[in-house]
């Protein structure tokens, strides 16, 4: 059977949301390299002692790192079923990371919650998920 055939025609949106996330991910990981050179801090390090904006601006790409595996995973759920709702959610949450590091980016640390509107899209496609898992399951 062909996978064009099995999803429906709206699961593009779902897949243009996994492409903005890429293209996010691919920015803050710019945003770190040019940070590590204009801070001079050498890899393996992944701190500065001594340049706090830099580690401000490594923690904006990191804790989206420590998110993104999760967010894959119940976005990818979310999206099987709930292709429209799970890609204005994904939508929600990609933007949020932006909005997340740039406040980071300030030297605040204080600012990296002007992007905490993307717990709507993260905690909507765990509910989605939810809902799937409960639907499977015969519950409702």
Partial sequence: ???LTMLPSSFGFVIL?????WIM??????K?????KKYDVKYPTMYSDKE???NCIQRGHQNTLEVYP????FQTIAALVY????SVLGAIWVTSRFSYAWGYYTGDPAKRMNGAYGYIGFFG?????????LQLLGVF
């Fill in 1 to 3: 059977m062909d996978i």
């Fill in 32 to 36: 770190v390299g040019s940070a590590r």
């Fill in 17 to 21: 949301t996994y492409l903005y996330s």
């Fill in 83 to 86: 292709p429209l709702s799970a």
């Fill in 70 to 73: 999760q967010w894959l995973v």
């Fill in 52 to 54: 706090q904006l830099f």
């Fill in 125 to 133: 496609v765990i509910l989605l998920s939810i809902s799937i898992a």
């Fill in 25 to 30: 991910l691919g920015y803050l990981a710019v």
